[in-house]
C-alpha cells in the first residue's frame, strides 16, 4: 500500500511539476513578448511547430478513436444515444453561455459613445448556404478529410467507417484491431511531442503579447475587461455545477484535478482540436468510459462553443454600441438562435471567410456589413485565447453529463470502486 501511495504522489508530483514549466513558459514569454516585441515576433516558429505537428496528429487520433470506439461496441444503438447526449448537452450549455454573456453586456455595455468615424474593410470570400450545408457533411474527395479544415466531415466519416466495422465484425475484425492499435500509438505520440509544450508555450505567448499588447483601444479594452473575468468565472463555477450534475458525490473535486491540462493547453494552443488528445486522456482516467470520451472530445472540439457564445453575444453587443444602436432584452432570443448557431452548429464547417462574423454581419447589421464585419473579427482575434480554453476544456466536463445519460447516475461511483477513477 505504500508503495502505491509513494507512486501516486511521485506521479502526482511530475504532473504538476510539468505544468508549472508550461505556466512558467506562458508567463516568462508574455513578459518577453511585452518587453521585446520583434524578439516576440522572431521566436513565432517555435510555437508554430508545436502547434502543426498537434494538428498533423489529431486528423488520424481523431478518426481511429471516433471510428474505434463505434466498431467495438456491443449495442449500436449506444454510440447513437452518446451522440445525442452530447449534442444536446452542447446546445443546452451554449443557450445558457450566451444568456449569461448578454446579461453581462447589458451590465457593462462595451462601447459607452458611438463611433464616429469607422473604417470599412473588404468582405473576404464567404460560403453559401447551399455550400455550407454541403460542407457540413462532406468533402469532395478522400484526400480531403485528411485536413483539420474538414473536421465536421472527418467526424461524420469516421462516425460511419465506424458502424461499418460494426457490421463487418466491430472488435474482433482486423480493422477493428487495427484502430484500437492505431488509437494507442496516436496518444503515445502525443504524450512525446508534450514534452516540448513549455518552449511553444513561451514562443507563443511572447508573440501574442508581441502583437496585440499595444493594439487595444478603449472599447476593445472594456471588451477585454467584460470577456476575460466572465470566462474565468464561468471556469469556476459552471463546470464544477456541471460535473456534480454529472458525477454527484466526488465529481466536483475530481474534475478540479483533472481540468489544469486541458485548461493550459487550450489556453496556450488556441485549438479546440489540439486538446482533444488532453481531453481523451484526463477522461479516461477520471473514469469515463473510452467510448464515451473518444467520441465526445472530437465532437465538442467542433460544436462545443460556450466560449463561442460569449463571443457571438460581445460582438452584437459590441457593434450596435459602436453604431448608436440599442442592444435591448427584447433581442435576446434572436441574439441567442444566432450564437448557438454561429458557434455550435457552424463552428467547424470549412467553406471559405469567418462564418460566424459573416452570419451575425447579415443578420444583425445588413446595411452596415462592411463597417460591422472587421469589428467582428478583431473581437473574435482577441477573445480567442479565453473563449478556446472555456470551449476546450468544457469538452472534458461535458463527458461526465455524458456519461450520467449513457450509464447511469452512479457511474462514477462504479468508477472508484473499481479503481478506474484516479
Same mark, same amino acid.
Given at each position: 500500500?505504500?508503495?502505491?501511495?509513494?507512486?501516486?504522489?511521485?506521479?502526482?508530483?511530475?504532473?504538476?511539476?510539468?505544468?508549472?514549466?508550461?505556466?512558467?513558459?506562458?508567463?516568462?514569454?508574455?513578459?518577453?513578448?511585452?518587453?521585446?516585441?520583434?524578439?516576440?515576433?522572431?521566436?513565432?516558429?517555435?510555437?508554430?511547430?508545436?502547434?502543426?505537428?498537434?494538428?498533423?496528429?489529431?486528423?488520424?487520433?481523431?478518426?481511429?478513436?471516433?471510428?474505434?470506439?463505434?466498431?467495438?461496441?456491443?449495442?449500436?444503438?449506444?454510440?447513437? @444515444?452518446? $451522440?445525442?447526449?452530447? !449534442?444536446? /448537452?452542447?446546445?443546452?450549455?451554449?443557450? =445558457? #453561455?450566451?444568456?449569461?454573456? *448578454? +446579461?453581462?453586456?447589458?451590465?457593462?455595455?462595451?462601447?459607452?459613445?458611438?463611433?464616429?468615424?469607422?473604417?470599412?474593410?473588404?468582405?473576404?470570400?464567404?460560403?453559401?448556404?447551399?455550400?455550407?450545408?454541403?460542407?457540413?457533411?462532406?468533402?469532395?474527395?478522400?484526400?480531403?478529410?485528411?485536413?483539420?479544415?474538414?473536421?465536421?466531415?472527418?467526424?461524420?466519416?469516421?462516425?460511419?467507417?465506424?458502424?461499418?466495422?460494426?457490421?463487418?465484425?466491430?472488435?474482433?475484425?482486423?480493422?477493428?484491431?487495427?484502430?484500437?492499435?492505431?488509437? @494507442?500509438? $496516436?496518444?503515445?505520440? !502525443?504524450? /512525446?511531442?508534450?514534452?516540448?509544450?513549455? =518552449? #511553444?508555450?513561451?514562443?507563443? *505567448? +511572447?508573440?501574442?503579447?508581441?502583437?496585440?499588447?499595444?493594439?487595444?483601444?478603449?472599447?476593445?479594452?472594456?471588451?477585454?475587461?467584460?470577456?476575460?473575468?466572465?470566462?474565468?468565472?464561468?471556469?469556476?463555477?459552471?463546470?464544477?455545477?456541471?460535473?456534480?450534475?454529472?458525477?454527484?458525490?466526488?465529481?466536483?473535486?475530481?474534475?478540479?484535478?483533472?481540468?489544469?491540462?486541458?485548461?493550459?493547453?487550450?489556453?496556450?494552443?488556441?485549438?479546440?482540436?489540439?486538446?482533444?488528445?488532453?481531453?481523451?486522456?484526463?477522461?479516461?482516467?477520471?473514469?469515463?468510459?473510452?467510448?464515451?470520451?473518444?467520441?465526445?472530445?472530437?465532437?465538442?472540439?467542433?460544436?462545443?462553443?460556450?466560449?463561442?457564445?460569449?463571443?457571438?453575444?460581445?460582438?452584437?453587443?459590441?457593434?450596435?454600441?459602436?453604431?448608436?444602436?440599442?442592444?435591448?432584452?427584447?433581442?435576446?432570443?434572436?441574439?441567442?438562435?444566432?450564437?448557438?448557431?454561429?458557434?455550435?452548429?457552424?463552428?467547424?464547417?470549412?467553406?471559405?471567410?469567418?462564418?460566424?462574423?459573416?452570419?451575425?454581419?447579415?443578420?444583425?447589421?445588413?446595411?452596415?456589413?462592411?463597417?460591422?464585419?472587421?469589428?467582428?473579427?478583431?473581437?473574435?482575434?482577441?477573445?480567442?485565447?479565453?473563449?478556446?480554453?472555456?470551449?476546450?476544456?468544457?469538452?472534458?466536463?461535458?463527458?461526465?453529463?455524458?456519461?450520467?445519460?449513457?450509464?447511469?447516475?452512479?457511474?462514477?461511483?462504479?468508477?472508484?470502486?473499481?479503481?478506474?477513477?484516479?
Amino acid at each position: 500500500m505504500s508503495n502505491k501511495a509513494s507512486l501516486d504522489k511521485n506521479t502526482i508530483k511530475k504532473n504538476y511539476a510539468f505544468l508549472a514549466l508550461m505556466i512558467g513558459g506562458m508567463v516568462l514569454g508574455a513578459i518577453v513578448g511585452m518587453l521585446f516585441p520583434s524578439f516576440g515576433h522572431a521566436i513565432k516558429p517555435l510555437g508554430t511547430v508545436f502547434i502543426n505537428m498537434m494538428f498533423c496528429v489529431v486528423v488520424p487520433l481523431v478518426f481511429a478513436s471516433i471510428a474505434g470506439s463505434i466498431a467495438n461496441m456491443s449495442s449500436r444503438g449506444r454510440a447513437g @444515444k452518446i $451522440m445525442g447526449a452530447s !449534442i444536446g /448537452i452542447f446546445v443546452v450549455t451554449g443557450i =445558457i #453561455a450566451a444568456i449569461i454573456m *448578454f +446579461a453581462a453586456v447589458k451590465l457593462f455595455p462595451p462601447v459607452l459613445e458611438p463611433w464616429q468615424n469607422m473604417a470599412t474593410e473588404e468582405m473576404g470570400e464567404y460560403a453559401t448556404i447551399s455550400d455550407m450545408i454541403v460542407n457540413f457533411f462532406t468533402t469532395d474527395d478522400f484526400v480531403g478529410l485528411l485536413s483539420r479544415k474538414a473536421m465536421l466531415p472527418l467526424i461524420v466519416f469516421s462516425i460511419l467507417f465506424g458502424f461499418a466495422t460494426n457490421l463487418a465484425g466491430g472488435a474482433e475484425s482486423e480493422v477493428g484491431k487495427f484502430l484500437d492499435s492505431l488509437t @494507442k500509438v $496516436m496518444m503515445n505520440f !502525443i504524450n /512525446i511531442i508534450t514534452k516540448y509544450a513549455p =518552449i #511553444a508555450f513561451f514562443a507563443i *505567448f +511572447a508573440d501574442l503579447l508581441a502583437t496585440y499588447g499595444s493594439a487595444v483601444t478603449e472599447s476593445y479594452g472594456r471588451a477585454m475587461m467584460i470577456y476575460y473575468p466572465l470566462c474565468l468565472i464561468y471556469l469556476v463555477t459552471a463546470f464544477p455545477l456541471y460535473a456534480w450534475i454529472g458525477g454527484g458525490k466526488g465529481a466536483v473535486k475530481l474534475m478540479l484535478r483533472h481540468l489544469p491540462r486541458p485548461v493550459i493547453t487550450s489556453l496556450g494552443t488556441c485549438s479546440s482540436v489540439a486538446t482533444i488528445p488532453i481531453n481523451v486522456e484526463e477522461a479516461n482516467e477520471t473514469g469515463i468510459n473510452p467510448d464515451i470520451s473518444q467520441m465526445v472530445c472530437p465532437l465538442g472540439a467542433t460544436m462545443h462553443m460556450d466560449g463561442g457564445c460569449f463571443s457571438c453575444v460581445l460582438k452584437i453587443g459590441f457593434v450596435l454600441g459602436a453604431l448608436g444602436q440599442d442592444f435591448s432584452w427584447s433581442m435576446l432570443p434572436m441574439v441567442v438562435l444566432v450564437a448557438v448557431l454561429s458557434s455550435v452548429g457552424c463552428s467547424g464547417v470549412p467553406g471559405g471567410g469567418y462564418i460566424g462574423e459573416y452570419i451575425i454581419a447579415t443578420i444583425f447589421f445588413p446595411a452596415q456589413v462592411e463597417v460591422a464585419f472587421p469589428i467582428l473579427v478583431a473581437i473574435g482575434n482577441l477573445v480567442d485565447p479565453p473563449g478556446t480554453m472555456i470551449n476546450a476544456s468544457g469538452d472534458y466536463v461535458v463527458c461526465y453529463m455524458v456519461s450520467r445519460i449513457v450509464d447511469g447516475k452512479n457511474w462514477l461511483q462504479k468508477a472508484f470502486a473499481e479503481g478506474r477513477a484516479k
